[in-house]
């Protein structure tokens, strides 16, 4: 019988670190192959329609950034907080309330003109996410009340104020009784980045964001201090950076950047505020953040590996039959898979004989904390 | 035990133990003889631990032998060290503080007896040793020496034939120790051998028959400790003349630089040590020591002195007539006084960062490595650099983590960053801990030269001789409280210790055993 022990790195492996997602997306593919067939579908066909046929067809690649877009934006923010250990769930209500303040404003100048109006809309659209996310801020920094759990509950609370909005005040005049606001007005509406395509302002400006939050976060002392409180709570404090003022900053920028993708989805694909608007971008950009390691440009790439499984699942459903959920199945195995390939950053694997297994240091009660040797872990394989 | 007289009671033949890249232990051999009291020397590093672990069985060697009473033996786990009769006592206890005496060793031991039972052996030992504890206080009530009490009568209870203590006096006041030297003497007297790890040579010297030394995993010599001088043994260790700090004497003292009067405030729940009413003043070109047992309140003093802690603090913390109570740590590190606490991975220092980014974090302000926001990579590079080089920092370069280089080496960058930032007041917590002897010189004798230049130094520590050695005055903290400063010119030790016994420790005086007893009938 051999065995696979688990061996603590001295240090991270910074290879393993850029491999796992690679591997996660490797293991995401093998492992749902296998589900699907087991489920009774074409499980190879389903791999193949996900996420290789989009690739060979050019006006699903425009489809393709226009979802890499928000779920980037909105990713970027989340790991700014994330790499401060401050957990923001609340991206879906953040985008949410983003896309109602900066819909808000353009109820308002339905009848008006003028290049001003987008703008606002847009400034409108982040200080609503913003004002979302100020909400575990204040409960945490005051009361200390986590925020996975605060900004977790606001979403559901953000999407039935959207269902009350639709249903009631914004609901079009003229709209036939559909629970929908009335169609936003040219000026209203986020002009395309190149005329022709499906690519709108909103592409360029999250390459933009993603850039920008690169160079905040290696070359400014904001980033670094968003860094520091990550990595060592007690040495930020040392180092003059207030736990309360990084809370406060990781919300704001995870709030606003969610709000700016809300209000940009509003007035670019939808064109107006329908009850569909929630589609789980707030949720799926929080695995776009850890498959892009956090990091900004990694979070580029991320977010168009994960935007192919909304593109591929759509026309899955259509092309084989596939269930919708399966793009939630797929995307939730990439975080799954992730999660479990990280483990071979710190640790790595090595294969020992059964003797020297044995010899692995006994558990000790009472003195457990004095003996302090490596302890591998055996996993029998 | 006469017919075992011949063998020795320990004896370990070419050890050698391999980690990657570092051999710990490379062909130790050396004998205990029955009844002996045994010094195990070396500095940090020098493989001590690894050794002590392989004979109580946490750890097993590469290569050699352990005979124990004249019988090889393989001891596999520290439960098979238990059974020989090997017992061992830890520099850092494993003590449930929630939990009472009693049921702390209960949890320790293998086979626990029934409640009643153990509680009468347990009264048996402590009687027969001469110790006082009372079973049934709970943990975190209990000094330090008590609680190592504690650990020390979970080793008696199991009547060991070879007793091992690593570093035990580190947070025990001079009167604990000469209280445990009693015990340990009463003991290896009926036969039971000691291994005795420490540092502290003048403690090895009053306690030790016989000594092994160790550098660089090798044993490098052997000697009778009573007929060495600490200076002699210290040499050994490091294997090279030891270098006498210069220049303390012709320090010419200021005015009054850095007042703290009335400072107060509470401490973390639930454990947490409150400061109350702390009081003290520095002179420019003084080194003031605050001394004590670890956990009396000396990180909260530190976290309060840098601006760490804002909660509820009352008092006024004065430099150069400039009041700094209410103000961030930024501000204070402005105002030109710096700080370095005692933990240095993780609050002195980030490891996952490098030497440069360490570098931004504390001294950003003060020379200038950041304008605007937008730190200034260049000089941040440099100024890490600098302190490298200034402080013979072994690392490869300013691009080196934090976390990769040795403790005595990184505690010299953390130095090197505050002191080359020419703070007016420093404010540092054990300097040279865990640091080995090269490097402790280095770092005081650095401090020495900037109180020199007029700055002012505060410094906590828990190793006495070495606030003796660098202070002009000390006070010492105890629960919190600190006493008045004393000249250390003519200062008595006994004094001292008495001071950071405070209330707790039984070492001296009736009122304590009165305690004990009050409670114990």
């Not at chain 2, 050699?64 to 061992?88: N, Q, T, Y």
């Amino acid at each position: 019988m051999t065995l696979l022990k688990l061996e603590p790195r001295r240090e991270q492996s910074r290879g393993m670190m850029l491999a796992a997602p690679v591997i996660a997306v490797g293991l995401t593919l093998v492992v749902g192959a296998i589900v699907f067939t087991l489920l009774g579908h074409n499980g190879l066909a389903a791999i193949y329609e996900i996420f290789i046929r989009p690739l060979f067809n050019p006006y699903r690649w425009q489809d393709l950034l226009v979802k890499a877009a928000p779920l980037a934006i909105i990713a970027v923010g989340l790991a700014i907080g994330f790499r401060a250990n401050v957990w923001n769930i609340g991206g879906e209500g953040q985008y949410i309330l983003g896309g109602l303040a900066g819909t808000g404003i353009a109820l308002l100048t339905l009848d008006m003109s003028g290049g001003w109006i987008l703008p606002v809309m847009l400034v409108c659209g982040i200080l609503g996410g913003m004002a979302w996310a100020a909400i575990p801020a204040a409960l945490k920094t005051t009361l200390g009340v986590n925020e996975i759990l605060s900004s977790l509950m606001l979403n559901y609370v953000a999407i039935q104020l959207l269902y009350y909005l639709m249903r009631g005040p914004w609901k079009d005049p003229m709209g036939f009784n559909f629970p929908q606001t009335a169609m936003f007005s040219a000026d209203q509406t986020l002009p395309y980045a190149i005329p022709g395509t499906l690519i709108h302002l909103g592409i360029p400006i999250a390459i933009a964001i993603a850039l920008t939050a690169f160079g905040v976060m290696t070359r400014t002392i904001t980033g670094f201090q968003v860094r520091v409180v990550g990595l060592a709570p007690k040495a930020a404090a040392y180092g003059g950076f207030g736990a309360a003022s990084t809370v406060w900053l990781a919300l704001m920028v995870g709030g606003g950047l969610a709000g700016l993708a809300g209000i940009l989805e509003a007035a670019g694909p939808f064109g107006q505020m329908v009850p569909q608007f929630p589609t789980g971008y707030g949720y799926t950009a929080i695995i776009v953040a850890f498959l892009g390691r956090l990091n900004p440009l990694g979070i580029l790439a991320a977010a168009l590996v994960l935007a192919l499984t909304y593109v591929g699942g759509e026309s899955a459903q259509t092309t084989i039959g596939l269930p919708s959920a399966a793009a939630g199945v797929f995307q939730a195995m990439m975080l799954f898979f992730l999660l479990a390939t990280d483990i071979l950053v710190r640790y790595r694997i090595v294969s020992g004989s059964p003797a020297t297994a044995r010899t692995a240091p006994a558990s000790e009660t009472g003195t457990a904390g004095s003996s302090e040797a490596a302890k591998p872990k055996t996993v029998t394989a | 035990m006469a017919g075992k007289a011949m063998a020795p009671r320990l004896e370990l033949k070419d050890i050698s133990k391999r980690f990657p890249g570092v051999i710990a232990n490379d062909q130790v051999s050396f004998q205990v003889p029955a009844g002996a009291i045994h010094a195990l020397l070396g500095e940090n590093g020098a493989g001590k631990s690894t050794l002590v672990k392989i004979i109580y069985g946490v750890q097993q060697a590469d290569e050699g032998e352990i005979v124990f009473d004249g019988e090889p033996v393989h001891i596999g786990s520290p439960k098979e060290a238990r059974a020989l009769g090997i017992g061992m006592v830890f520099q850092h206890f494993s003590l449930f503080e929630a939990m009472t005496v009693l049921e702390n060793i209960a949890l320790g031991m293998d086979n626990p007896p029934p409640r009643r039972e153990l509680e009468a052996r347990v009264r048996e030992v402590l009687k027969s040793y001469g110790l006082s504890l009372d079973p049934h206080r709970y943990v975190h009530t209990l000094s330090v020496g008590e609680r190592q009490r504690i650990e020390i009568v979970r080793a008696l209870l199991q009547e060991p034939k070879l007793l091992i203590m690593d570093e035990p006096t580190s947070v025990l006041t001079p009167q604990e120790v000469e209280q445990l030297f009693e015990t340990l003497r009463r003991l290896a007297s009926e036969g039971c051998s000691i291994l005795y790890i420490s540092h502290k040579l003048h403690e090895i010297k009053a306690l030790c028959e016989s000594a092994t030394i160790l550098r660089g995993g090798k044993v490098v010599g052997s000697c009778d400790p009573r007929e060495e001088s600490a200076r002699s043994m210290a040499e050994m260790m490091i294997g090279g003349s030891l270098k006498d700090l210069s220049g303390k004497e012709n320090c010419t003292y200021g005015e009054d630089r850095f007042v703290v009067s009335n400072l107060s405030a509470p401490g973390e729940p639930p454990f947490g040590t409150s400061l109350k009413d702390v009081s003290f003043s520095v002179r420019s070109g003084e080194i003031f020591g605050i001394a004590g047992v670890a956990g009396n309140g000396q990180n909260e003093l530190l976290a309060v002195l840098s601006g760490e802690e804002q909660n509820d603090v009352s008092g006024s913390i004065i430099l150069d007539g400039q009041e700094l109570a209410g103000t961030s740590a930024g501000a204070r590190r402005k105002a030109g006084l710096a700080s370095a606490p005692e933990e240095r991975n993780g609050h002195a220092a980030v490891p996952a960062m490098n030497l440069t980014e360490n570098a931004i974090l504390s001294a950003r302000g003060r020379m200038g490595l950041a304008s605007g926001g937008i730190i200034k990579s260049g000089a941040s590079r440099d100024y890490a650099a600098r302190v490298i080089d200034a402080f013979s920092v072994k690392a490869t370069g300013p691009g080196a983590a934090a976390g990769s280089l040795s403790g005595g080496n990184l505690q010299k960058f953390i130095m090197g960053r505050e002191i080359m930032q020419n703070p007016t007041v420093l404010v540092v917590s054990q300097p040279t801990w865990g640091v080995d002897a090269g490097a402790a010189s280095f770092i005081r004798q650095a401090m020495i030269d900037i109180v020199d230049k007029g700055a002012s130094i505060v410094v906590v520590s828990q190793d006495l001789d070495e606030l003796l050695e660098l202070c002009d005055r000390l006070a010492v903290i105890n629960e919190g409280t600190l006493s008045e400063a004393m000249d250390v010119k003519g200062i008595s030790i006994e004094r001292v210790g008495m001071l950071m016994g405070g209330i707790h420790g039984g070492g001296e005086g009736a009122a304590a055993t009165g305690k004990q007893e009050g409670v114990a009938a």
